[in-house]
């Protein structure tokens, strides 16, 4: 990674395994003013994705602030057998 490589965005994605990449993505796109979103890293991110079901006009969003991804995954499974007939 190179900080030149944020040139031009506004959002950035970072899903290495090696936090200092992450951490180098963070510190980066902080002084450009970019969004940063390091998966499964919430100490290197900016914003954080929630999980949704969505069933018409209704939108459900399940969020752990990056902690959780699993348990977030789970619970919007269990959200969508849950939310009744269409």
Same mark, same amino acid.
């Given at each position: 990674?190179?900080?030149?490589?944020?040139?031009?965005?506004?959002?950035? /994605?970072? %899903?290495?395994?090696? @936090? $200092?990449?992450?951490?180098?993505?963070?510190?980066? &796109?902080?002084? !450009?003013?970019?969004? /940063?979103? %390091?998966?499964?890293? @919430? $100490?290197?991110?900016?914003?954080?994705?929630?999980? &949704?079901?969505? !069933?018409?006009?209704? /939108?459900? %969003?399940?969020?752990?602030?990056?902690?959780?991804?699993?348990?977030?995954?789970?619970?919007?499974?269990?959200?969508?057998?849950?939310?009744?007939?269409?």
């Amino acid at each position: 990674f190179a900080p030149t490589d944020l040139e031009g965005a506004w959002l950035a /994605v970072t %899903a290495t395994s090696e @936090p $200092a990449v992450n951490q180098a993505v963070k510190h980066a &796109g902080d002084d !450009r003013r970019i969004f /940063v979103n %390091a998966a499964d890293d @919430p $100490a290197n991110c900016s914003f954080t994705l929630m999980s &949704g079901v969505r !069933r018409s006009d209704i /939108v459900v %969003a399940v969020g752990t602030g990056g902690r959780s991804p699993s348990l977030a995954t789970w619970l919007k499974g269990h959200g969508q057998g849950e939310r009744g007939p269409e």
